[in-house]
């Protein structure tokens, strides 16, 4: 169990309106990271943090923006949700002390109608 | 572009038999090399990490990683059917430690 929780697990959510999914970990790891998966796409980073208030985009950030005001939380907010987004999203966290290992949260699913 | 490619099956292989999961990467600069499984509708778990070249061994599995060839393959021994799953290949970017690569991933089939 690495510690991470997200919230929450099941949305459906209709097109134009905001969303945001939080991640919150309990072992203080100072990397944390957003990825999405879609058949046929497989993994895909959307933002990653490397400490409160430094993060930067991954190769899908548009669209999504995030935040984290504290360690232990990190924000995934769809501005205005659209068709596309409809996906499983995936918190995860670097284990420094395991060879940057990533370790996942259990995902929240995303439905856009 | 750095790419990860895996074969995405699916691979089945019966019961008892060596299943043989294989993935090339392009970034000559990556150093960290990963194996994850993931059940369908649940997250990735890893099951292990290799970053020297040869065979690294966790009970029944067995990483082997080629630099030289650009290559890392996961081999499962005695397959059961609890072992059907995707398999994610991921490799860290030449540039970053804390960045990951991943292939789409192999569906592995255990036939009873």
């Known amino acids: 169990d690495a510690g991470i929780t997200q919230s929450p697990r099941h949305k459906v959510t209709e097109t134009g309106t905001p969303v945001t999914l939080r991640c919150h970990q309990t072992e203080n790891h100072r990397y944390m990271y957003w990825y999405r998966q879609d058949p046929g796409h497989g993994l895909r980073l959307i933002h990653y943090?490397?400490?409160?208030?430094?993060?930067d985009k991954g190769e899908v950030s548009d669209g999504y923006s995030v935040s984290r005001s504290k360690t232990e939380d990190f924000l995934l907010t769809l501005e205005s949700a659209t068709s596309s987004q409809t996906s499983v999203y995936f918190c995860?966290?670097?284990?420094?002390?395991?060879?940057?290992?990533?370790?996942f949260g259990e995902g929240s699913w995303l439905t856009v109608v | 572009q750095k790419e990860v490619e895996q074969n995405s099956g699916p691979l089945s292989v019966p019961e008892g038999a060596i299943a043989s999961l294989n993935c090339t990467y392009s970034d000559r600069g990556s150093q960290s090399f990963f194996w994850y499984r993931q059940y369908s509708g649940k997250s990735p778990e890893l099951i292990m990490f290799?970053?020297s070249n040869g065979d690294k061994e966790d009970g029944r599995f067995t990483a082997q990683l080629n630099k030289a060839s650009q290559y890392v393959s996961l081999l499962i021994r005695d397959s059961q059917p609890s072992d059907s799953a995707t398999y994610l290949c991921?490799?860290?970017?030449?540039?970053?430690?804390?960045?990951?690569?991943w292939g789409a991933g192999t569906k592995l089939i255990i036939k009873p």
């Open positions: 991921a490799v860290n970017e030449g540039d970053s430690n804390y960045q990951l690569i």
């Open positions: 943090s490397y400490g409160v208030k430094d993060t």
């Open positions: 995860a966290i670097a284990y420094k002390d395991s060879g940057n290992t990533i370790y």
């Open positions: 290799i970053y």
